[in-house]
């Protein structure tokens, strides 16, 4: 089991960025894909991003394209979504995950965090 702890969120402004960590301890988490989801009040758990065991591979959500990054530091057993232009849409609890290859469904996870929350208001 890998246990991942999200870090980074809090209350930002329209248009403000903000870098989310996911850092992992427990199995050899550099040999995981991971991926990034959120859930708003109300909605379901919608995927953000995934980035693939070797970090080059990565893909997004159409909304998150050209305005959110993910990464990852094997080094520091760390990865990052880093998130610019944000606006109130993107106010939600952001969750990291592990599993075997990277996908956009969660089911393909076996390994989550608690969240992290994010609000974006004026």
């Known amino acids: 089991q890998v246990q991942l702890v999200e870090s980074g969120g809090g209350l930002v402004q329209p248009g403000d960025s903000l870098r989310l960590s996911c850092i992992a301890s427990g199995r050899t988490f550099r040999n995981y894909a991971v991926g990034w989801f959120r859930q708003a009040p109300g909605k379901e758990r919608e995927f953000v991003a995934t980035i693939n065991w070797s970090g080059d591979i990565t893909y997004y959500a159409d909304s998150m394209k050209g305005r959110f990054t993910i990464s990852r530091d094997k080094a520091r057993n760390t990865v990052y979504l880093q998130m610019n232009s944000l606006n109130a849409k993107d106010t939600a609890v952001y969750y990291c995950?592990?599993?075997?290859?990277?996908?956009?469904?969660?089911?393909?996870?076996?390994?989550w965090g608690q969240g992290t929350q994010v609000t974006v208001s004026s």
């Open positions: 995950a592990a599993g075997e290859a990277a996908s956009e469904r969660t089911g393909m996870y076996d390994d």
